[in-house]
């Protein structure tokens, strides 16, 4: 087995998060830092994501690092919502304009990793044979990149090709003049949807559960408004960090419920004219008031039946089991109008469920249908997924598997009982799905990066989170949950619902990215509350992090 060198930080993953992490690391605090990544490249979602009509829900000016004023000034986006090509590309330039390659090992996927006591060390293992220790452990490892294709019974048999979005062959897949079978209609789903269904001969979407969405309104960005971003760094990131999810605009501060039917209806039309997220934020009590949301679910249903010219068809895809925005709300470009077109059929699997799939196609209950391609947009095991397949063990044996059995358990999504010297960048039990996630990614690995310093500053190179502070805030989490309604959609993977056995557990924190920064600070300034911090042999045997003068500026 090759040996990998003794590290004061490895990081698992290279995206966003990973990338980001790098550089706090390395080139702030001046540690030795890997980064293992199993793909062949960087950029971990956009890696990975290269379906047909692969694009951010985010606006591009708010979907980047913001933590460098450089950074942010070099790069132009073009679109209004950056493609997955383009978020590639950023994310590419940001690891070469940052010197990050030369401490990224790629094609690296760890497959276990184990935390040794008597070392102080977490000694990782990849499946192409090599191992690693050090000190700390980062898992920016993501949310949503373990991809889920559901166990259908004779999926095996099928004859043609089949492609999980979220694992998208690079070399991409033939769709041309081919029946094309879409399973999912998330937000994933919707998107693909109109973009196949211009490629291929024929579109078959099955939809299990109909869902809203609202027009993205994609467009390239004018040179006025990319000057305007230029000009307002400071009040576009003022404004994504104060509000609840992170993006660069704030919900109305006012009532559905307190204004006349007629205004309401006019401050709909004027966010669906505008498109995007945004939609959400026209009330202020859209995700907490179910009447309140049931005034915008209302507007959305309308549009569809006016959208789609079959009354059937519009039926089929009218939402009606969970309010608006419950599930993470998708934006599309042409959904709806999707299902005007000659080439494309809805199957709705409430009434009509998939029997098998056979070699020729899927069989629903009234009958086969036909395909050369099978796309399966059925999400991912997310949240506790990505971090339970890198098989952690931490202190006394106990693995990850064994300590989340009936759920995640985590001190603010950071760190986890029993898990020493681990850091989970947006894990569950921070807010990082319901946030715009560079926002999200930045907070937590600055606030690493500050832990780290400070304890270096202490003497200190052991940190674990207290399983006291892990019960308290898992009932945090759940009553920032409760007081919103986004409990009720019975099918979202936020609660686990989409993959078979895994607990319903609430997953990520609904209190809001400015209420959870504010809490992250203050568990910070109170000396790291909630965590056991200690002093091993190893820095009096010169070996921690503490004496690291061989490294950066900030390490005399
Ligand atoms: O996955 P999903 P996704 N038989 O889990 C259906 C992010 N994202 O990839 O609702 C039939 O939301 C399932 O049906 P149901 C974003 O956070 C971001 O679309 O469970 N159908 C559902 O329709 C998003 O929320 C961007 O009844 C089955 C679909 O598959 C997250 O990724 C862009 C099934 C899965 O929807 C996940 O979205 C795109 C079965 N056995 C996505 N199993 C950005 O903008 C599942 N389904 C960054």
């Known amino acids: 087995m090759p040996a990998g060198g003794e590290q004061d930080v490895l990081v698992i993953g290279a995206g966003f998060s990973g990338l980001y992490a790098l550089h706090a690391l390395r080139d702030r605090l001046g540690l030795s830092v890997t980064v293992l990544e199993a793909a062949d490249g960087v950029g971990g979602t956009w890696h990975w994501n290269r379906y047909p009509g692969a694009r951010c829900d985010s606006e591009s000016h708010s979907y980047c690092y913001a933590f460098s004023e450089e950074l942010w000034r070099e790069w132009e986006w073009t679109e209004r919502y950056p493609g997955h090509e383009e978020i590639r590309r950023y994310l590419n330039w940001v690891a070469d304009r940052l010197d990050l390659r030369r401490d990224i090992r790629l094609g690296r996927r760890v497959t276990e990793a184990r935390w040794d006591e008597a070392a102080g060390l977490w000694r990782v293992a990849t499946e192409q044979g090599e191992r690693h220790a050090a000190r700390f452990l980062i898992a920016a490892v993501g949310c949503l990149s373990s991809a889920n294709i559901p166990a259908i019974e004779g999926l095996e048999s099928f004859q043609g090709r089949v492609a999980h979005t979220g694992e998208w062959p690079r070399e991409g897949v033939e769709l041309a003049g081919r029946r094309v079978g879409l399973i999912g209609t998330g937000s994933t789903g919707i998107q693909a949807a109109p973009v196949i269904a211009e490629q291929a001969a024929h579109l078959t979407v099955f939809q299990r559960t109909p869902n ?17 971003v230029r000009e307002n760094r400071a009040e576009i990131l003022r ?4 509000t609840p999810n ?14 006349e039917p007629a205004e309401r209806e006019a401050l709909y039309e004027a966010a669906w004219a505008r498109g995007g997220m945004q939609f959400r934020a026209t009330f202020r009590d859209i995700l907490t008031d179910k009447a309140a949301n049931d005034t915008a679910s209302d507007f959305i249903r309308r549009k569809i039946r006016e959208i789609v010219q079959d009354p059937e068809t519009a039926r089929k895809l009218t939402p009606t089991d969970h309010p608006y925005a419950a599930k993470r709300p998708p934006i599309d470009s042409g959904y709806f109008e999707t299902f005007n077109r000659p080439n494309v059929t809805l199957v709705d699997l409430r009434e009509d469920p998939i029997e098998r799939i056979t070699p020729r196609g899927v069989r629903t209950r009234s009958g086969e249908h036909a395909l050369d391609v099978l796309v399966f947009a059925t999400g991912f095991d997310a949240l506790t997924g990505p971090l339970l397949r890198l098989n952690l063990t931490g202190r006394e044996g106990l693995t990850l598997a064994e ?18 010297n681990l850091f989970t960048v947006t894990g569950p ?24 310093r400070e304890m270096r500053a202490r003497g200190l ?3 674990e989170a207290r399983a006291e ?5 898992g009932a945090e989490v759940n009553a920032a949950a409760q007081a919103t309604l986004l409990p009720m959609a019975a099918s979202s993977w936020y609660l686990g619902a989409n993959v078979p056995g895994k607990p319903r557990v609430f997953m990520p924190y609904a209190g809001g990215m400015a209420r959870y920064r504010a809490l992250c600070e203050e568990v910070a300034a109170k000396g790291y509350e909630g965590f056991a911090l200690a002093r091993s042999a190893r820095i009096d045997a010169g070996r921690g992090v503490v004496p690291n003068p061989a490294h950066g500026p900030d390490a005399a």
């Open 403 to 420: 300590a989340w059995r009936e759920g995640p358990r985590s001190w603010l999504g950071l760190a986890v009982p029993g898990f020493p």
């Open 469 to 473: 502070a892990a019960a308290r805030w």
């Open 429 to 452: 039990g921070s807010p990082s799905v319901l946030t715009n996630m560079p926002v999200a990614i930045e907070q937590h690995v600055e606030w690493i990066e500050r832990c780290l």
């Open 212 to 228: 809203y969405s609202v027009p993205a309104r994609n467009a390239p960005l004018s040179p006025e408004f990319r000057q305007w």
């Open 239 to 242: 404004v994504m960090h104060a």
């Open 246 to 259: 992170g993006h660069p605009f704030a919900a109305r501060d006012q009532s559905a419920l307190e204004v």
């Open 461 to 463: 190179d052991r940190i």
